[in-house]
Nanobody
Framework: QVQLVESGGGLVQPGGSLRLSCAASGSISNIYTMGWYRQAPGKQRELVARITNGGNTNYADSVKGRFTISRDNAKNTMYLQMNSLKPEDTAVYYC?????????WGQGTQVTVSS
């Protein structure tokens, strides 16, 4: 069983930055992709960014050029650097891991962008 723990969320003003972390532990093997999703109140969960085991990345159009996803394979940790944050980025951000053992989710971390 895989456990994912997110950290780094909080309240930030528009134009500010945050860095989210996702630490994976447990029965980790054959990771295919890791990614960040978010869900705003009243909306469906959506993909923010994803990174493959080979390091390929893809981003939602709404965050391209502002967010950067990265991984430290040695630490089984994934990051999301979020710059130039906007109020519409406000959401609960979830970490996701897809491996040969299935699909795992973290508990989520709240990001609020407000003045």
């Amino acid at each position: 069983q895989v456990q994912l723990v997110e950290s780094g969320g909080g309240l930030v003003q528009p134009g500010g930055s945050l860095r989210l972390s996702c630490a994976a532990s447990g029965s980790i093997s054959n990771i295919y992709t890791m990614g960040w999703y978010r869900q705003a109140p009243g909306k469906q969960r959506e993909l923010v960014a994803r990174i493959t085991n080979g390091g390929n990345t893809n981003y939602a159009d709404s965050v391209k050029g502002r967010f950067t996803i990265s991984r430290d394979n040695a630490k089984n940790t994934m990051y999301l650097q979020m710059n130039s944050l906007k109020p519409e980025d406000t959401a609960v951000y979830y970490c996701n891991l897809v491996s040969s053992r299935g699909n795992a989710w973290g508990q989520g971390t709240q990001v609020t962008v407000s003045s």
